[in-house]
């Protein structure tokens, strides 16, 4: 997420809660929201990813933020094989959903 999509964000927030920004979608400015107080980490993991040294550390905070519940993923649906895959897509690309879409083989 970034761009002027950003800000809005900020409307949906309640005291005290955290904005996880990882990568972003829009390259143009984003605005800070003014919903406070919050807190905003941020993360961008192609420039860490460019070494094996890098690549470690990026595993490492991303598996430590997963085990202690630093960063939990939001899941939207999850299809079960290879069989759903076309329904599975359908859905990334009518971009309605909200979070990962999951396809267990």
Do not use: C
């Not at 002027?4 to 143009?28: C, E, K, M, T």
């Amino acid at each position: 997420m970034g761009g002027p999509a950003f800000r809005p964000l900020g409307d949906v927030l309640a005291d005290g809660s955290a904005i996880v920004v990882y990568g972003w979608l829009d390259r143009r400015l984003a605005e800070i929201p003014w919903t406070w107080p919050f807190t905003l980490h941020t993360y961008a993991n192609f420039p860490r990813t460019t070494t094996p040294g890098g690549r470690r550390r990026s595993t490492a905070f991303l598996n430590a933020g997963l085990r202690d519940g630093g960063l939990r993923p939001v899941i939207a649906e999850v299809f079960d094989g290879l069989d759903d895959i076309q329904e599975a897509h359908r859905l990334m690309e009518s971009n309605r959903h909200t979070g990962k879409i999951v396809v267990r083989v």
